[in-house]
């Protein structure tokens, strides 16, 4: 049914979940998994803030945390599929719309199923905190499985 399947994560205990119920489908599936994570970028006020603060290139800094949190996130991912048999793809995005990044990713590498976690957040809560899994929803074809 699904041959290439891909996994969005945060690194988060709940995305934990979505990551496991993914791994586990492609296991049954024989399907190919790659894992996504999406970083919003520096804000130009926090460059600006960090450049009056005397740190000289705060998006390089910034670029090598990203990576080393990267580095780290893939190790413990690369260990987690590797319990289901699984050999997987790491990528990551820089993007303002993590939501549209992933979709983009997802049509870019012909996936065939989203696999994400949600908070199940509703109403206000999810107006004001807003809702990646949701934005996903509306702007993709894909399939998408949502993991609460």
């Known amino acids: 049914m ?24 492609a296991e049954q599936l024989g399907a190919k998994v790659t894992f996504l994570s999406v970083v919003e970028p520096l804000l130009p006020a926090a460059i600006r803030a960090a450049l009056v603060g005397g740190i000289e290139d705060p998006v390089g800094g910034y670029d090598q945390q ?26 990551h995005e820089i993007d303002e719309n993590p939501a549209e990044a992933i979709v983009r990713f997802a049509e870019m590498k012909a996936c065939d199923l989203i696999v994400m976690a949600s908070h199940g957040r509703r109403g206000i809560r999810r107006a004001l905190l807003g ?12 399939p998408v499985l949502v993991i609460r």
Do not use: F, W
């Open 2 to 25: 699904y041959k290439n399947i891909l996994i969005a994560t945060d690194g988060s205990e709940l995305a934990g979940k979505g990551v496991r119920h993914g791994l586990a489908l």
């Open 66 to 91: 990203i990576d080393a949190s990267m580095k780290q996130r893939y190790a413990e991912l690369e260990k987690e599929a590797a319990q289901y048999g699984i050999s997987v793809e790491m990528m």
């Open 131 to 142: 809702s990646q899994t949701a934005e996903v929803l509306v702007h993709t074809s894909i």
